[in-house]
């Protein structure tokens, strides 16, 4: 630490400080004259609260009196002035708006240029579509769908300003999966509840608790330095290094020694994909033939364990015992490490998560992830899940926190600005039919899509198992899909499906609203620029999901509980627009404009979040906005705070889960009325060893079994495509991107040799090839390869390693940036690293309609053809930035600009001239 | 003239705990793309790197893999290269020991980044300048700046980089660099310099040690000890996965390593720590 941090707040003459929040964390904006000067985190200042402490194995731990952005945080000044930005209106250049919606040469999208537009222009393109389509087929003829995290705070975020829209338009809703926790979403519920969770554990208090109890913390396909909390910036960092310098053994488990794991664990075992499910079976097996699981605790809270143990034993149908042995032969993980940790497990206090909240990871984004998750939701209560040390719960959440200021996270019902009581006029969705967004390809393809189950389940279990048709009865189909907020080319799986379905004709008219020009943008008729968060207005606390479900109390992955006041830093650039002006300008010309405003603009409605709130207690409207943030201390009791330190000692404490331990009724902050009764939210109230809710809904689901157990996968090594593409494919969340929002318009993120490699100004993809794997291929580290199966080709750099085995493949996944060599050409070679180019379409199971991308198998070879033939690299620049040139510069006030954009100029002059040349 | 009173401002850089998370990366990049100051032409967007992250990968078997993560700006070392190189007041070091290189006089001295034994300093060939890391003097300097560390030291989550005064011997980065092993880097030699690394890894032998194959066990508590060909004894036990490891020894060393454990035979293997070494799994053979 310094010797003395000044505070950040205070003013530099020439320098106007504002404060900003993104999924990197909040941050310092210091603007001069209009532009972007730096971007910093927020250093706390005295008049802040003070920071709590926890007291552990005779020391005293307190966070750093500053809030610690990541590295896409400090990437936002390359992010606003990015090369990719939109920067006007634009309308497809082929783009014919015919009256009948037929032939208008949809099957170029993707491949045509555009041409400028103004405001008024597209705006009323835009307006007499909707009114011929609603009149033609009805208000469900357009359905609309964002992605997540694109921006952040209560005002602008999808389920506030998107939902209000379109909500008071009606339209055809697009559900979305879980996509990050899928195993953990359709699983868990039937082992242990927590469906108003998502399947996700509590979290409450864990950090202390772990510091003070535990010997062993096992991180299941986790990978806590890269996943942040999910969007707490590096604050659970230094956590970590508290536990690991305390001498707390940890033990990760997955198929690449990921980045904290090469630094942090002291065992890593590295299964086979999809295996995991097998070496838990055989832990439980360790336990039972050994007998060091908790017994009595068992006994009280399990439901039908003998059974789950008679199949463990090989007592069952299948006759097999799971014998460390047995999950050697699936995993290739050593009988007698799987012994050891199984040992280390029962004898130390352990605690055991999955992923960046206990109840994520990439293993259960698997054809077997549910069974992963719900066998180690039962593994943890064989060892008494809820007593001190042995909790369900990953090192990236659960600071102590104060759990009783009110103040609404990002899917709170109550903080939107689609919900009362922010809003007075609340809209009503007046369209029942629902898309679902993984197989949203094959409605808009086949014309017709039957599915299984709700996006999010959060209502009750039964929800998972509503049948869905598209189209829904009475009800036509969808001609006009409207894409707001980043890319899902990247994310979602099998991208070329996705490329495909807007070359449809049923897609008669494509909108698509964003910040940048995306692969996805490119498939528009009409191209709306929206604004950065940096442009415009808004509220929102760090971190804070919300109750929504969506593992409430999410900002306990921060040090800090901190509401900033995101003052616009600078005006919109170009004739970009935020996207509160764009959705009232198209609801003006719709008819409801002022019903969508309430005559408020983002301050008022963002002070309204402010009003029903308790920070008013703390802080006036004017005091919040000069200061830019509060920090919500952890308790507000003066006799709280210890009298030698001054930090706070004492809070509310409510360690998550440990009330069901000690059989007393729920006292954490996400209870359901069952809970009062000390039950958990399962038909039996208890662990359900066998689930009674498989039993009784879906009892020939060959997905999720009664009892969870290890199945070989529909893509995995024994399946019949193993042979022609031997080596399974593991794509986690990125390190170095947020979804699909940083890497393609923040060209400093290239520069990170685990990242990216710039050969002839392409940016490939870097992905971890084993030493064998390498030698046996020919690849050398650095050699541009191919990573292929029948879906298509990737081309990546390659980083020969020892941090895989050789049956793995690692590249990560949500590139952003998808580039094929030759556009529009099925499973042409694409070389931006859209690794979803690769990974399966396919739905974990006829019941399980969750997406499963660590089910992929593909090969691997050395790319002798010269991948710089083809458009490349330029055509993102192309329309955009060609018009740039030809037209009027834009803002540039000060130097800072003119050396931003006038070198990224001189770059596309020469991209230009080479494009020429060919 | 530093705004706070400092004999010789200074980073320490504890490479054990950098995570190569990149935060200090992308706030020299934030600080100095894109704008000049008095003591600096702005970085390019791409291809410069003032806080560069060196990696790499520790050890030759999956089953004991590290990572070496060394954050690598300009050392300001006390005798610099970069400022004997210089012509015409092309580089210079400050009385506070920081050292620059003036963005003007510098222009067209190649032979500045050339000299840099660490390769920190970086040739711009648009510019015709040699460009590097400032240690952020510029705002340091700057009374109505806010902050008060060089960006990257304000980004670090971990802990890693201390920003300090190394002439206060009561400084928290001179405690840290006191209660630490010192490792400059290697073009550096014994050269002192007021960027200091601590803690960046040698070399390791490791290893696990089990029962005879057929029984799938490891063995805990083994002892297994290393000598060293100048006689150094390094000795550990097995922990409860069976696993030992020396780390930081000496390299290019000539080691022995044997593993005993009662009941069974003692086993002996040579190990040249030219690099990391994983002495694979042993399995025990019991006494006849």
Redesign the interface.
């Known amino acids: 630490?310094?010797?003395?941090?000044?505070?950040?707040?205070?003013?530099?003459?020439?320098e106007k400080?504002s404060h900003g929040v993104c999924v990197a964390g909040p941050m310092t904006v210091h603007t001069v004259d209009g532009v972007i000067?730096?971007?910093?985190?927020i250093?706390l200042t005295d008049d802040d609260t003070p920071g709590w402490v926890i007291k552990a194995r005779g020391k005293e731990y307190t966070p750093?009196r500053?809030f610690?952005?990541?590295?896409?945080?400090?990437?936002?000044?390359?992010r606003t002035y990015a090369y990719d930005r939109l920067k006007y209106p634009m309308i497809r250049e082929d783009f014919v708006e015919t009256p009948d919606g037929k032939n208008r040469n949809t099957e170029n999208r993707g491949k045509s240029g555009y041409r400028r537009a103004s405001w008024d222009e597209a705006l009323s393109l835009v307006a007499r579509e909707i009114k011929r389509l609603q009149k033609t087929y009805g208000k469900e003829t357009i359905t609309a769908c964002t992605s997540s995290h694109h921006s952040w705070g209560l005002v602008g975020y999808k389920i506030s300003l998107f939902n209000r829209f379109f909500s008071m338009m009606g339209y055809t809703r697009i559900a979305d999966n879980p996509d990050s926790w899928e195993g953990f979403h359709w699983g868990t519920p039937h082992t242990y509840g927590y469906y108003w969770r998502l399947g996700g554990p509590e979290p409450y208090d864990m950090l202390e608790m772990a510091m003070q109890n535990c010997e062993t913390i096992i991180c299941w396909s986790s990978d806590p330095?890269t996943s942040r909390g999910g969007y707490s910036?590096?604050?659970s960092?230094?956590w970590r290094?508290w536990m690991k310098e305390m001498g707390i053994?940890f033990i990760y488990v997955d198929p690449f020694?990921n980045?904290?794991s090469?630094?942090h664990a002291?065992?890593?075992i590295?299964p086979r994909m999809g295996t995991d499910a097998a070496i838990l079976e055989a832990i439980a097996y360790v336990w039972l033939t050994e007998g060091t699981y908790d017994k009595e605790y068992v006994r009280q809270h399990g439901h039908r364990f003998k059974e789950f143990a008679d199949h463990i034993l090989g007592r069952g149908p299948d006759g097999t015992p799971k014998t460390?042995?047995w999950a050697e032969e699936l995993s290739l993980v050593?009988?007698?490490?799987i012994?050891?940790?199984a040992?280390?497990w029962a004898q130390t206090p352990t605690t055991v998560g999955s992923g960046m909240r206990g109840g994520f990871g990439g293993a259960c984004r698997h054809s077997n992830g549910t069974e992963y998750a719900r066998l180690l939701v039962l593994l943890s209560a064989m060892q008494g899940m809820g007593k001190p040390g042995r909790a369900f719960w990953g090192p990236g959440c659960g600071a102590p926190m104060n759990y009783n200021f009110w103040f609404g996270g990002y899917s709170d019902p109550l903080a939107s600005i689609a919900k009362a009581p922010i809003a007075d006029d609340v809209p009503m969705n007046s369209v029942s039919q629902v898309l679902y967004r993984p197989n949203l390809p094959d409605a808009i393809l086949n014309g017709h899509y039957e599915w299984y189950g709700e996006g999010f389940c959060g209502g009750g279990i039964d929800l998972e198992f509503t049948r869905h048709v598209y189209p829904a009865p009475g009800c036509n189909k969808v001609h006009c899909f409207w894409r707001y907020g980043g890319s899902f080319f990247g994310t979602m799986l099998d991208t070329n499906k996705w490329a495909a379905m807007y070359k449809s004709p049923e897609l008669e008219f494509v909108i698509n609203q964003d910040i940048y020009f995306t692969p996805e943008t490119r498939h528009a008729d009409v191209i709306l620029p929206a604004c950065t968060n940096l442009e415009r207005t808004d509220i929102g606390e760090v971190g804070s999901s919300g109750l929504g479900g969506y593992c409430s109390h999410s900002e306990s992955g921060n040090s800090w509980q901190m509401i900033v006041y995101q003052e616009k830093a600078i005006e919109p650039l170009w004739d970009s627009r935020s996207d509160f002006w764009i959705f009232s300008q198209v609801a003006a010309r719709l008819g409801f404009g002022e019903r969508f405003t309430e005559g408020r603009d983002e301050e008022a409605w963002a002070k309204r979040f402010w009003q029903f709130s308790d920070l008013p207690k703390q802080m006036s409207w004017d005091a919040f906005k000069k200061k830019g943030y509060y920090i919500i201390p952890t308790s507000l009791k003066e006799e709280d705070k210890d009298p030698k330190t001054g930090l706070i000692a004492n809070w509310d404490r409510r360690p998550g889960f440990n009330w069901f331990a000690e059989n007393r009724a729920c006292d954490t902050m996400n209870h359901k009325v069952f809970q009062e009764e000390h039950l958990l939210g399962t038909f039996s109230g208890k662990f359900e060893f066998v689930s009674e809710s498989l039993t009784y809904w879906a009892p020939d689901d060959e997905a999720r079994r009664p009892i969870p157990q290890y199945q070989d996968s529909w893509e995995g090594h024994t399946s019949l495509t193993a042979d022609k593409f031997p080596y399974g494919l593991i794509s986690p969340h990125p390190r170095?991107d947020y979804h699909t929002h940083y890497n393609q318009h923040a060209?400093?993120l290239?520069?990170?040799?685990?990242n990216r490699v710039?050969i002839n100004g392409n940016p490939y993809l870097v992905c971890h090839i084993?030493k064998e794997t390498a030698d046996q291929k020919g690849i050398k580290d650095g050699d541009v390869v191919r990573l292929f199966n029948d879906r298509g080709s990737v081309l990546c750099v390659a980083r020969v390693?020892?941090?895989?085995?050789p049956q793995t493949i690692h590249a990560y996944t949500s590139s952003g940036i998808y580039n094929p060599i030759e556009y529009g050409k099925y499973k042409s070679w694409d070389k931006g690293g859209s690794i979803n180019v690769l990974t399966p379409g396919r739905l974990m199971g006829e019941y399980v309609p969750g997406m499963a991308p660590y089910s992929c198998n593909i090969d691997v070879e050395k790319c002798e053809a010269d991948p710089n033939y083809g458009q490349g690299w330029e055509y993102i620049l192309d329309e955009v930035d060609k018009q740039q040139l030809e037209t009027e510069r834009p803002i540039r006030t000060s130097?800072?600009a003119d050396?931003?954009f006038g070198?990224?100029e001189e770059w596309i002059r020469q991209q230009m001239m080479k494009k020429e040349a060919i | 003239m530093l705004k706070?009173a400092m004999k010789q401002p200074g980073i320490a850089i504890n490479s054990a705990?950098c995570?190569?998370?990149?935060?200090c990366?992308?706030?020299c990049?934030?600080?100095h793309?894109?704008?000049?100051t008095a003591l600096s032409k702005?970085q390019?967007?791409?291809?410069q790197?003032w806080m560069n992250i060196v990696?790499w990968?520790r050890?030759?078997?999956?089953r004991h893999?590290?990572?070496a993560?060394v954050p690598t700006p300009c050392s300001h070392c006390d005798n610099p290269a970069c400022v004997a190189a210089a012509k015409d007041g092309g580089a210079y070091k400050r009385p506070d020991g920081i050292v620059i290189i003036d963005p003007e006089k510098a222009k067209g001295q190649k032979q500045i980044a050339d000299a840099c034994p660490i390769h920190a300093v970086y040739w711009n060939e648009d510019l015709q300048l040699p460009q590097k890391c400032t240690m952020c003097a510029e705002l340091l300097d700057?009374p109505?700046?806010?902050?008060?560390?060089p960006?990257c030291?304000?980004?670090c989550?971990?802990?890693a980089l201390?920003?300090?005064?190394l002439a206060d011997p009561d400084?928290?980065i001179s405690k840290l660099i006191a209660a630490n092993k010192v490792t400059q880097l290697d073009g550096l030699g014994s050269m002192g310099s007021s960027v200091v690394h601590l803690n960046i890894p040698s070399c390791f032998i490791a290893g696990t040690v089990?029962y005879p194959e057929e029984l799938?066990?490891?063995c805990i508590g083994a002892n297994v000890k290393a000598t060293c060909e100048d006689g150094t004894v390094y000795e550990t036990k097995t922990?409860?996965?069976?696993?030992y490891e020396f780390e930081d020894l000496p390299k290019g060393k000539k080691f022995s390593v044997d593993i005993s454990f009662e009941g069974f035979k003692s086993v002996h293997y040579d190990v040249l720590t030219d690099a990391d070494h994983y002495v694979d799994i042993t399995y025990l053979e019991p006494i006849a």
């Open positions: 630490m310094a010797e003395r941090i000044m505070p950040s707040s205070a003013g530099h003459p020439k400080i000067r730096r971007v910093r985190p250093v750093q500053k610690t952005m990541s590295l896409l945080g400090y990437c936002e000044k390359d330095d910036a590096q604050e960092a230094l290094w053994q020694n980045y904290t090469v630094k002291d065992k890593w590295g460390p042995k050593k009988a007698m490490d012994k050891a940790i040992r280390r170095f060209k400093w290239w520069e990170i040799p685990k710039i084993n390693s020892y941090r895989l085995y130097m800072d050396l931003i070198e990224r | 706070k705990r995570m190569a998370c990149y935060a990366f992308m706030a990049k934030d600080e793309c894109g704008w000049d702005a390019p967007e791409l291809g790197y990696e990968e050890g030759d078997n999956p893999i590290k990572t993560t700057d109505d700046y806010p902050g008060f560390e960006r030291v304000e980004a989550p971990n802990q201390v920003f300090g005064d400084s928290n089990a799938e066990e490891v922990n409860w996965a069976g696993d």
